[in-house]
């Protein structure tokens, strides 16, 4: 079975701060996809930043950037600079090659002025 | 452009009764796949429908079913309702690896 871990149920820093979320998961596929989705009090999951598993370049968008260990089955993402904003659930979700995005337990993250 | 719209926003219904929950996908996408949130939990996948035919379906009873239109768009209907499927359900378009788009969710709370 395919599993995603998100060890820190909830987590909070400073305005202006850099955090790290971890996940891990586990599989025996070599070619797949993660993902880090980010669901505010609205509810609406929204993308935050994509990876292909093949790329050994860690991918970065803007404010957020992963750190991709594919041996360790381990997709980290960090938030530099970190906003008001960025106050939300955070989920880790690797899509495998079922097609089907399989989602962590979550991160609260809490950023405070 | 239009994202995926989830229909209704809200929804109370009573034990035992039957929900039709709908959603159209985002324009260009052909996949549509429906997942279960509890409270303080990861969306759980419920099932994936492409070109109208379920596709791939996670760990629910056959009380949950579903059904995809040419247009690509769904719906998920749940029979014999149960306290426990109060919940948020995610509609998420796809279109193969290049990402899901969520809806804003139905939030139906069973009484």
């Known amino acids: 079975a395919q599993t995603v871990t998100q060890s820190q149920p909830e987590m909070s820093v400073q305005e202006a701060e850099t955090v790290t979320l971890s996940c891990t998961y586990d599989t025996s596929e070599n070619n797949y996809y993660l993902f880090w989705y980010k669901q505010p009090p609205s509810r609406q999951m929204i993308l935050v930043i994509r990876?292909?598993?093949?790329?050994?370049q860690n991918a970065t968008e803007n404010r957020f950037s992963v750190n991709f260990q594919k041996a360790a089955k381990s997709f980290s993402l960090k938030i530099s600079d970190s906003q008001l904003g960025d106050t939300a659930m955070y989920f880790c979700?690797?899509?495998?090659?079922?097609?089907?995005?399989?989602f962590g337990t979550g991160t609260r993250l809490t950023i405070i002025p | 452009d239009a994202g995926v719209t989830q229909s209704p926003t809200h929804l109370i219904k009573t034990r035992g009764q039957q929900v039709t929950l709908r959603c159209s996908p985002k324009s260009g996408h052909d996949t549509v796949s429906w997942y279960q949130q509890a409270l303080g939990q990861g969306p759980q996948f419920i099932f994936q429908y492409y070109e109208e035919e379920e596709r791939q379906r996670g760990n629910f009873p056959d009380r949950f079913s579903g059904h995809q239109f040419p247009n690509y768009s769904s719906e998920l209907n749940v029979n014999a309702l149960l306290l426990g499927d109060s919940a948020l359900y995610l509609c998420?378009?796809?279109?193969?690896?290049?990402?899901?788009?969520f809806g804003s969710g139905t939030r139906l709370t069973v009484v």
């Open positions: 998420a378009s796809s279109l193969a690896q290049y990402g899901y788009t």
């Open positions: 979700a690797p899509l495998f090659g079922n097609e089907k995005l399989t």
């Open positions: 990876q292909e598993a093949y790329k050994q």
